[in-house]
């Protein structure tokens, strides 16, 4: 109870003086509601540093927004406009501009801070964008579905066209399912993690070329990456010992090089009954997004919800 008096007091006092600051953690939600409607199933996640959360629907194609300080998103893009049909990873830019990869429409969307679309870029039929990374002059997406990791080159406000980057060819082994991806903040080095085989890559991001990480006390063949320095969280489906799956974030250090990957440490698991995908940090903590996608039954009210026991 004192800890969270003097939380509170200094919050009041940094008001007062007209010093603005984050809430800490503490004083911070520990679940969020994205939506109370049937079949949203949420998929990617995104906090910015002034503490604005989003969410993509994979179902709808919806993104929902909402401040971190408050236990309620609100629909921001409805679901189907522009031609958003399903939407996956999503990110911010120092710009403000929000990246959203739209999985089954194969399109990358990008939108102006108030929400005005910005551009459409559409990548070879049949793909199935997932997960992207934004550095200074580029957005990356993985395709699950082909194998590619594409590439958008960003020119002030203009953003290019999608170019096959990195093809099914270049990778050691042909990937079975890229998903999460994160690059480094010079944006020369990426790190691609397929599901399935359950790899990660590093990819030079000039030269295109991917050996794969040497990994070792676990997996990071992840669906969601986070990288903060040379600490690379994963969030990872693996079996339970019982014929059922769960799912928890992997905790790994990175050598200098990005090229060797050891897992240090784990969050609690949890079921299929909430199947999180996508990882965020928020100050002291971790976040998830609650998709059910292999829940027997989906169903509201659908989450994003604290990764237990790590930080």
């Known amino acids: ?78 679901a189907g406009s522009d031609g958003r049909t399903s939407a996956a990873g999503i990110r911010v830019d120092h710009r403000g501009r929000i990246f959203v990869a739209g999985w089954a429409t194969g399109a990358l969307f990008v939108y102006a801070p108030d929400g005005a679309l910005l551009a459409r870029r559409d990548a070879a039929p049949g793909a199935a964008l997932n997960d992207l990374a934004v550095t200074a002059d580029a957005v990356y997406v993985t395709d699950s579905a082909t194998g590619t990791v594409w590439r958008a080159a960003l020119d002030g406000g203009r953003v290019g066209a999608l170019d ?90 990175l050598d200098d090089g990005l090229r060797t990957a050891r897992v240090l440490d784990r969050s609690r698991p949890v079921g299929t009954d909430r199947s999180p995908t996508s990882v965020a940090r928020d100050a002291g903590r971790l976040l998830w997004v609650d998709s059910q996608l292999f829940a027997a039954t989906p169903s509201p009210p659908f989450t994003v919800t604290e990764v237990p026991d790590l930080r």
């Open 1 to 78: 109870m004192k800890t969270l008096l003097a939380a509170a007091t200094a919050v009041l006092t940094a008001l007062a003086v007209g010093a603005p600051r984050p809430a800490p953690a503490s004083l911070r939600p520990d679940t969020y509601l994205v939506s109370a409607e049937p079949g949203v199933m949420p998929e990617g996640l995104t906090v910015t540093p002034a503490g604005t959360m989003y969410v993509t629907s994979s179902a709808t194609g919806a993104v929902y927004r909402g401040d971190i300080r408050r236990d309620r998103l609100r629909p921001f893009l409805p």
């Open 164 to 253: 096959p980057w990195v093809r099914p060819g270049d990778f050691p082994a042909a990937p079975v399912f890229l998903n999460g991806i994160v690059a480094d903040p010079p944006g020369r080095l990426a790190l691609v993690a397929e599901q399935g085989g359950e790899r990660l890559y590093r990819v030079d991001l000039t030269t295109r070329s991917v050996t794969e990480v040497e990994v070792t006390g676990g997996r990071m063949g992840a669906d969601g990456l986070l990288l903060e320095g040379n600490r690379l969280y994963g969030v990872v489906n693996e079996p339970d010992g019982v014929g059922g799956t769960q799912f928890v974030v992997n905790l790994a250090r």
